[in-house]
């Protein structure tokens, strides 16, 4: 089990960037993969990005590609998930989630918040129009 702490949020303008970091402590955290999620106001959490437990496969739902990355760093025990133009409809409260995976290179349905058994509280992103 890894405990899960989420920051980087804010208020941010259309068009301009966040860095969200998620840092991690409890259980090896090089055995987990990452995901981040979002939940808007009155609609379902959904799926970001996923990075594997070595960092080199990574999964993007289609309406961030080309504008988010997810990244972590082993050695610190952080994923980081580096937004860029923004958007209004971006704005949600953002969560990391752990999978203790069994592939190291790989990520495997890594959109199903199923999957995660470890969850942070989230951090607020608001992009303002």
């Known amino acids: 089990q890894v405990q899960l702490v989420e920051s980087g949020g804010g208020l941010v303008q259309a068009g301009g960037s966040l860095r969200l970091s998620c840092a991690a402590s409890?259980?090896?955290?090089?055995?987990?993969?990452v995901a981040w999620f979002r939940q808007a106001p009155g609609n379902d959490r959904e799926f970001v990005a996923a990075?594997?437990?070595?960092?080199?496969?990574?999964n993007y739902a289609d309406l961030v590609k080309g504008r988010f990355t997810i990244s972590r760093d082993n050695t610190k025990n952080t994923v980081a998930l580096q937004m860029n133009s923004l958007k209004p409809e971006d704005t949600a409260v953002y969560s990391c989630?752990?999978?203790?995976?069994?592939?190291?290179?790989?990520?495997?349905?890594?959109?199903?918040?199923?999957?995660?058994?470890?969850w942070g509280q989230g951090t607020q992103v608001t992009v303002s129009s």
């Open positions: 990075v594997s437990r070595s960092g080199g496969a990574t």
């Open positions: 989630a752990a999978e203790r995976s069994l592939f190291y290179n790989s990520l495997i349905a890594s959109e199903h918040e199923a999957k995660y058994a470890d």
């Open positions: 409890g259980d090896t955290f090089s055995n987990y993969a």
